[in-house]
């Protein structure tokens, strides 16, 4: 908040310029009209309380004024160290770009957290004994070209969950860009393998989700709650998801159960593929957790919601 407070701050010094341009001005034609004999007394007088009372507010203004002891264009941080003003423009730049502000961020309930956490350990082991190796020999095997090939697949095969969020939340912009990616990248991206679409005509890719049009309308996240498999999520997410699931193309079209199961394994091998090393990273520096992966899923969510 140190940075806020030095915002803040800025706002008044062009009003302390102004008292401190008035005392000078008084000075002067005090000092003149008490050098003029033909002047009355009260003139001078009057002068020399003006800057007296306007040399008083500015020294007050002066002293409510910090001042650095080495230089007038640092700022002192949270931690006590100096740093200039280009650091703080630095420092700025690198706060999360989708949490949005404190006040903004709903809180998160999670009433279920002696559940969450026992549930958490069990999808943390399934992960550590199951699906980290396989996605770590997955990765070691098959191409990055390739996997990002099937990544594009699988996200161009969700552009009905995508169209139909996008016009449940009257964001037309976005519904063209889901309509005409969708035909680029299935025409002559081979099927949605190549993202033509972004490479070739620039046009971003859309990341909407049912949730995400519920969240639009006001509706609240609800409690926190960790999936079997599925892992974090909350009561909203789970209809959001639900929703999503009878979109999916693989609901209608998969000949079988297994083989729908089937491509949702792939999925999240491929997918997981790409994170694997995050995901170590993460666990190795956080202090707890599972609080760490619950706020950073609520923030994710959120920044997507506003997005």
Sequence with gaps: MRIMEFIKLGRHLPLAGLLLLLSFSSFSWADVTASDSHEPNFVSDIGDNIFAQTSEVTIKLEKSIPRSTESSSSVETAQGTLRSSQDVEDYEDMEDPFAGSSEDIPILTDPLEGYNRWMFGVNETIYDNVLEPVARGYRDTVHENLRLGIKNIFSNAMAPVKLVSSLLQLDFEKSGRVIARTLINTTFGLGGIADVAGEEYHIEDV?????????????????????????????????????????????????????????????????????????????????????????????????????
């Design 207 to 307: 990341s909407e989700d049912f949730d995400q049009a519920l969240g639009s309308y006001g509706i609240p996240t609800g409690p926190y709650v960790v999936l079997p498999i599925f892992g974090p999520s909350t009561a909203r997410n789970i209809v959001g998801r639900a929703a999503d699931g009878f979109l999916s193309p693989t609901f209608f079209f998969a000949p079988s159960t297994a083989v729908s199961i089937g491509l949702a394994t792939e999925e999240n091998i491929n997918d997981a593929s790409f994170i694997v090393d995050d995901k170590k990273q993460l666990e190795d520096s956080a202090l707890d957790e599972y609080e760490s992966i619950r706020d950073f899923y609520h923030q994710y969510r959120h920044g997507k919601v506003k997005d």
